[in-house]
């Protein structure tokens, strides 16, 4: 059994900066491409970032691009979002999701995700 447990999230003032974590268990980590999606009252869930199974390559959404960094720990196991220049708008509960596979791309589209974390809640406020 696979399973994601985010961390990190919290409240923090437009401007500051907040790091996420994403801990994978029950698996071989280095076999999935992970990737990081928020969800915002009223709002479809949305794709913010991805990483390879190696790490080798990285994607982001066009509103988070040079304020997020996604890097993963395939010693550690984790996938980890680092957050800057945060937005009121970039409120919403964040998810981490992990996808099996051989292949070294990423992947932004959440139905191609296995396995999901319960989320974390970012909140920013003015």
């Known amino acids: 059994q696979v399973q994601l447990v985010e961390s990190g999230g919290g409240l923090v003032q437009a401007g500051g900066s907040l790091n996420l974590s994403c801990a994978v268990s029950g698996g071989t980590f280095s076999r999935y491409a992970m990737g990081w999606f928020r969800q915002a009252p009223g709002k479809e869930r949305e794709f913010v970032a991805a990483?390879?199974?190696?790490?080798?390559?990285?994607s982001y959404t066009d509103s988070v691009k040079g304020r997020y960094t996604i890097s993963r720990n395939n010693a550690k196991n984790t996938v980890d979002l680092q957050m800057i220049r945060l937005k009121p708008e970039d409120t919403a509960v964040y998810s981490c999701?992990?996808?099996?596979?051989?292949?070294?791309?990423?992947?932004?589209?959440?139905?191609?995700?296995?396995?999901w974390g319960q989320g974390t809640q970012v909140t920013v406020f003015p």
């Open positions: 990483i390879s199974r190696n790490g080798g390559s990285t």
């Open positions: 999701a992990a996808r099996g596979t051989y292949s070294t791309i990423t992947y932004y589209r959440d139905l191609l995700y296995d396995y």
